[in-house]
C-alpha cells in the first residue's frame, strides 16, 4: 500500500510519500550521504541538488601542541594570524637574544611561559569557533 500524498507548506506543494516526522533534523548543511567530502543542503523536508566540498575541521590537540611549542603557533594552524601574530613575535625575538647571548635565557623563559598561559586555554574554545564558522 502506498502512502497518501500529502501537502507541503514549504514547498506549496502536493508531495507522494510519507511525511516528514516531528525527530527530522533542522534545514541546514550536512554530510553529503552520497558523495564523501561534500556537504549536502537539508530543507527540512528533504535533500535538495545544493552540494558544497566539506570545509576541514580542525584538530584542538594539534592547536594546544603547536601552541605549547611555540606560542601563537596553534592561532596561525587554525587561520587566526592577527590573534597569534604577537605571541609569535614576541616569543621569536627572545629566542635570538637568548641564541645570541645566553643571559636573556631566564627572560625568554619567563615570557614563553606568560605567552604560553595566555594562549592555551583560548585555542581550544577558538578551535570550536572555527569548526562551527567551517560548516558554513
Avoid at 534545514?27 to 566539506?54: C, K, S
Avoid at 596561525?76 to 637574544?97: A, E, M, Q
Amino acid at each position: 500500500m502506498s502512502a497518501q500524498p500529502w501537502w507541503d507548506e514549504a514547498r506549496g506543494m502536493w508531495v507522494q510519500g510519507e511525511p516528514p516526522t516531528a525527530g527530522c533534523p533542522s534545514a541546514g548543511w550536512y554530510p553529503d550521504p552520497e558523495w564523501h567530502g561534500y556537504q549536502r543542503y537539508w530543507d527540512g523536508v528533504q535533500w535538495t541538488q545544493h552540494r558544497a566540498p566539506a570545509r576541514e575541521q580542525k584538530s584542538s590537540a594539534v592547536a594546544a601542541l603547536l601552541t605549547f611549542l611555540w606560542p601563537g603557533a596553534g592561532h596561525f594552524y587554525l587561520g587566526l594570524t592577527s590573534k597569534g601574530l604577537p605571541y609569535f613575535v614576541i616569543n621569536g625575538v627572545l629566542l635570538v637574544l637568548t641564541l645570541m647571548t645566553w643571559i636573556f635565557l631566564p627572560l625568554g623563559f619567563l615570557v614563553w611561559v606568560v605567552t604560553l598561559c595566555m594562549t592555551i586555554g583560548s585555542v581550544t574554545r577558538d578551535t570550536a569557533v572555527v569548526n562551527r564558522r567551517n560548516l558554513r
